[in-house]
């Protein structure tokens, strides 16, 4: 019978190109934007955590709750017993020490007089510790455009863009304008050995980075740090195992705070998991529920056009079906063969759309898409290179709404087989 | 009854002499209470952070209103920092770095050495009168001391407090407590002075608290551990050049 149909099928092309084009085009962009949102979520996390808040984060309780305005009076102190303890405890995350900061950089004509200034925002990050995993983390080595990484106290990375615009070159020297954690100002000299693009506009801009030895002696904040994170070493962010790490660190560490009577537990430290962190969880709750309703919106608009198809395919096939009846064909036959043949017009729609649409977001898995023009004043952590991502799920996502829609729709379309009249049946043949 | 009528219209004539003194005067007089043309101080500033407790002393001297040199003394990571202020300029000199930065745009909204004090604080014109139209609006015992409570309204616009309330001792013409306000009438600062002290016929604030209410913490003290009036100040010291000396 499938082949017999599938004959039909094939010879019969007004009665499969349609429905099949249908099916492929719905089936391929449904996979497409899968693809796409799958590769914007995923870059916009991978950017939050390496740049601001890591798998996990450790902080004082005081800075966690203001950590957006990074309050680094309040920042951790004894960061070295503090890393012994997270490296021995939790082995399976890579550990760094970070000091964000924003200030001013002053950059000296040839007299010392400012020629120019505009403000920055820093990190503090180890740049010379081997074991350091942040020169793979922030991908430094490839960032750079000009000059090179600091091997050397006093030295100074800055975004490429914020450089250009001030015209500082590699090897000069510019003057930091901070805070230091006491609240006083700081002042310290820096030579600008490199610049940086990281692709991410609102790092670009104005980002300045040196080790955090450096960072710790402006700022007056020896042995401290505003944050440790926490890295897993596959670099894939899981939220269970982030949950689990943070539950047992809090929980250990409210011990230790109970136990201390009289110690200040608002410098505290706690630990917060990438999902939890700078609101992102309502973020990635909001792209999941706006993501499934699209694909859900897509599909349904999909069905709606299939079914209409299918009521035209009816209509078209409305004498073919009547003689089918006339000859003594049974109507659940002729219903379950229009069903057969939407279910082949759905697979073969759908087989092909799911390989096109695949074939797609892998282009743009490999070579992704430049939103830098559109991102030009961003604050988002956001990559202006924003590669699609395919999944499992990006092989089914769009196979089984194609293959469902066409069986819906001839499924309701078809019902029509069953209103027909056998004694009216000559009289509309003759007509 | 005839012999009273001179008396009553005297009275009648000038109501205010039964009422006390404007509230223009006494700002006036608290103004000729504090200034001299040239001053030295020598201060602490005990700043109550968040975190810890740390002392910034310093040393300034001052000509007319428009012109101070400040160095910082204690502690050693401060030790060297001079600040220089001339007119509505403002320059802060840095030993570690040898540089001199001027204190301009919302870094003027910074605070001075960690203190509950910002820039912009350092750089009004601290004659009252200047800038403020003052008024009596009520009497008042403050530390055992009878004081007059004066609104102060800005007579600009573009001035950091807009309304000021300031308790002034009536004998002694020196400002006891002052409430600073924005222009919207949001309290932004709060001055207590817990001691005084004479010097050349001048009464002084000796100590005071200085606190930013917008931030946490317990405010910030100043004491002035010595002041000299009309003292002999060479005019280099007012000179960018100064400041790397």
């Not at chain 2, 001339?86 to 003027?108: A, C, K, N, Q, V």
């Not at chain 2, 009536?170 to 005084?196: H, I, Q």
């Amino acid at each position: 019978m499938i082949a017999f149909l599938l004959k039909g099928l094939l010879r019969d092309k007004s009665r499969s190109l349609f429905p099949l084009l249908i099916v492929f085009m719905g089936v391929l962009l449904t996979v497409v934007l899968h693809a796409w949102l799958n590769g914007s979520i995923t870059s916009l996390v991978l950017a939050t955590a390496h740049f601001t808040t890591g798998h996990v984060r450790v902080m004082t309780k005081s800075y966690a709750k203001e950590s957006d305005q990074i309050p680094n009076d309040l920042a951790l102190l004894g960061i070295d017993s503090l890393m012994e303890g997270l490296k021995r405890d939790y082995r399976d995350l890579l550990w760094t020490p970070r000091i964000r900061f924003g200030g001013l950089l002053d950059l000296p004509d040839e007299k010392g007089e400012t020629r120019a200034q505009t403000p920055v925002s820093g990190m503090g990050v180890d740049l010379f510790s081997v074991e350091s995993p942040e020169l793979s983390i922030l991908n430094i080595r490839d960032a750079v455009v000009r000059g090179r990484v600091p091997r050397n106290r006093g030295e100074m990375l800055m975004g490429e863009e914020g450089a250009r615009k001030l015209n500082i070159q590699p090897g000069d020297t510019a003057t930091l304008i901070g805070s230091t954690m006491n609240g006083s100002m700081s002042v310290t000299n820096f030579v600008i050995v490199g610049t940086l693009r990281f692709g991410v506009v609102a790092m670009d801009r104005g980002t300045v980075i040196a080790d955090i030895s450096d960072i710790r002696q402006a700022l007056d904040m020896q042995d401290g740090a505003g944050e440790i994170l926490g890295f897993f070493r596959d670099d894939v962010y899981n939220d269970g195992r982030a949950s689990a790490v943070a539950s047992d660190f809090n929980s250990r560490h409210a011990l230790i705070a109970s136990g201390a009577k009289g110690q200040d537990t608002a410098f505290s430290p706690v630990m917060g998991t990438l999902r939890l962190q700078s609101g992102l969880a309502d973020y990635l709750d909001y792209i999941d529920l706006y993501s499934g309703v699209i694909i859900g919106v897509f599909v349904l608009a999909m069905s709606v056009v299939l079914w209409n198809a299918g009521l035209t395919g009816s209509l078209r096939r409305y004498g073919e079906i009547g003689i089918r009846l006339a000859v003594g064909e049974d109507r659940r036959h002729i219903y379950i063969s229009l069903l057969v043949e939407s279910l082949m017009i759905g697979f073969i729609g759908s087989m092909l759309g799911t390989m096109a649409g695949l074939a797609i977001a892998w282009y743009g898995e490999l070579k992704g898409f430049d939103f830098g023009a559109v991102m030009k004043s961003s604050t988002l952590m956001f990559p202006n290179l924003v590669r699609a991502r395919i999944t499992p799920f990006t092989f089914v996502i769009g196979f089984l709404p194609g293959l469902l829609a066409t069986f819906l729709g001839t499924a309701i379309s078809g019902v029509g087989i069953y209103r027909r009249q056998t004694s009216e049946l000559f009289k509309e043949l003759e007509s | 009854m005839t012999r009273h009528y001179p008396v009553l219209l005297l009275l009648a004539a000038f109501p205010c002499v039964a009422q006390g003194p404007s509230g223009d005067e006494i700002l006036a007089k608290v103004d000729r209470n504090m200034f001299s043309e040239k001053k030295i101080v020598l201060s602490r500033m005990i700043v109550h952070g968040r975190r810890e407790t740390r002392t910034v002393e310093s040393k300034s001297w001052q000509r007319g209103t428009s012109e101070s040199f400040t160095e910082f003394l204690a502690p050693a990571r401060e030790k060297g920092t001079k600040m220089l202020k001339l007119s509505d300029m403002l320059w802060e000199f840095s030993p570690s770095t040898d540089r001199t930065i001027m204190i301009s745009g919302h870094m003027l909204r910074q605070s001075v050495m960690g203190s509950d004090l910002s820039y912009e604080d350092m750089m009004e014109d601290p004659h009252l009168p200047n800038q403020y139209s003052a008024a009596v609006s009520s009497e008042e015992a403050l530390g055992g001391r009878d004081c007059w409570v004066l609104d102060l309204k800005a007579k600009k616009q573009d001035i950091a407090y807009g309304h000021r309330q300031v308790w002034v001792d009536k004998e002694r013409f020196v400002v006891l407590k002052e409430n600073l306000y924005a222009t919207s009438g949001r309290l932004l600062k709060t001055a207590e002075v817990r001691d005084v002290m004479h010097v050349q016929n001048r009464w002084l604030a000796r100590t005071l608290l200085y606190r930013d209410v917008l931030k946490d913490g317990e405010g910030t003290e100043f004491h002035v551990d010595s002041v000299a009036f009309d003292a002999e100040i060479p005019d280099y010291l007012f000179s960018k050049a100064a400041l790397r000396r």
